[in-house]
């Protein structure tokens, strides 16, 4: 009878394991959730989350960084990207509050029946990934959810129903996805303090019937949005830190109520079809640090007091690619200082502007009238009236 020598063994066990076959299925196993009766959690909440977060995982199409090969044991809380913590309505207890899938590069049709389906959820931070679908209408009935993240994905259909509602909602960012149709008016008056919309496809006007707003974020750049900018809709967005409108296909005339954003540090609206001469009001924005109106039809001269600005906060002041046809010397500094850019405008003593005849052109077309031209000599921060732009500036 052959007794096996040590040696022997051995190299029948390394033979077994070097086996494709049983290499793979040990893999496998290592890599594959246990049944949950086997498994033991530290509490019921997690172990609510468990077969959601395995269903999840079933569904990812594509996991370039190998994300999901921790997402295996019943410790939900050591997986990548989860993070756990103590629920408001029990302190003692332990659950899922946080997800970051920040730059995973995860692949997944939808987010139906993962997103919606973790109640004690505040955060969820998902962006640069590949989740497809819509939001899942659940997500309403996430009590604790106050930072929603999906920005730079492939989601589609019309603005989420969803949020709207969800007060305790305080940071919605759905930027770089496929988001079409209208943005309606009821997501300015929750307490959102940052709305990011930009780099979709909303192509309706903006909502004029806006109630008071706490938002102190707004981007809505880089879509279709069309019509005009309203007195109303500035009023209602008094509170705004940053505003950029920029490339998208407003027209008009800019109310003199932009300069009632008298704490904003940023405000973006270029790349439009706004036209018109600028208001006096714009002198209002005491605490603007960029200020971005190229790429318009503007024209006209350009105020002496808005260029005052430069004396304070104001570090950029883009009037390129418009059609204004003066500049006074405290302006003519603010170039000069590199704070004021006038190219490709119809000023006929400085360089880089457009050809003569361009300008004629666009001038031998009826440019029409303002709605409410004497605002645009009203500066509101002062309580009084300036007649046209020959006030005398500061020493430059």
């Not at 959810?145 to 969803?162: I, M, Q, R, T």
Request: charged share 15%; hydrophobic share 45%; with cysteine.
């Amino acid at each position: 009878m052959w007794i096996p020598t040590l040696f022997s063994l051995v190299s029948i066990l390394l033979a077994l394991l070097t086996s494709p076959t049983l290499s793979s299925n040990l893999t496998e196993s290592a890599q594959s959730p246990l049944p949950q009766h086997a498994l033991q959690f530290v509490d019921r909440r997690l172990a609510f989350v468990y077969p959601v977060i395995q269903r999840f995982k079933s569904s990812i199409t594509s996991d370039p960084l190998g994300i999901t090969a921790s997402w295996v044991t019943s410790d939900v809380c050591s997986y990548r990207g989860f993070y756990c913590d103590n629920p408001p309505d029990n302190l003692s207890a332990v659950a899922v509050a946080s997800i970051d899938f920040n730059g995973f590069r995860l692949a997944a049709p939808s987010l139906e029946g993962f997103l919606d389906m973790l109640p004690d959820l505040a955060l969820f931070h998902a962006n640069s990934n590949e989740f497809g679908g819509m939001i899942p209408a659940g997500v309403a009935r996430l009590p604790y959810l106050y930072e929603l993240d999906l920005s730079n994905n492939k989601l589609v259909g019309p603005f989420p129903a969803a949020v709207l509602g969800m007060f305790g909602l305080t940071f919605l960012d759905l930027r770089f996805n496929q988001f079409a149709g209208s943005v309606p008016a009821q997501i300015f008056a929750q307490n959102l303090d940052a709305l990011f919309l930009n780099d979709n496809i909303f192509d309706n006007p903006l909502p004029d019937n806006l109630w008071a707003s706490q938002i102190r974020y707004l981007t809505l750049a880089d879509n279709e949005f069309t019509g005009v900018i309203t007195p109303g809709i500035i009023k209602a967005l008094a509170g705004l830190s940053e505003v950029l409108f920029l490339n998208n296909r407003l027209a008009g005339c800019i109310p003199y109520e932009l300069g009632l954003l008298t704490g904003a540090k940023v405000i973006d609206v270029g790349n439009n079809l706004l036209t018109g001469p600028l208001p006096l009001s714009l002198s209002c924005l005491a605490n603007v640090e960029q200020l971005n109106l190229a790429g318009n039809l503007l024209y006209g001269a350009v105020p002496e007091a808005v260029c005052w600005l430069g004396l304070g906060n104001l570090a950029n002041l883009s009037l390129s690619d418009n059609y204004f046809i003066h500049v006074g010397p405290w302006c003519r500094a603010m170039v000069e200082k590199g704070v004021l850019d006038i190219r490709n405008n119809c000023v006929p003593d400085l360089q880089s502007q457009r050809p003569v005849g361009e300008c004629a052109r666009f001038f031998g077309h009826a440019t029409g009238l303002c709605p409410r031209m004497w605002s645009y000599s009203y500066v509101p921060c002062r309580h009084h009236h300036f007649m046209g732009t020959g006030e005398s500036a500061p020493s430059p």
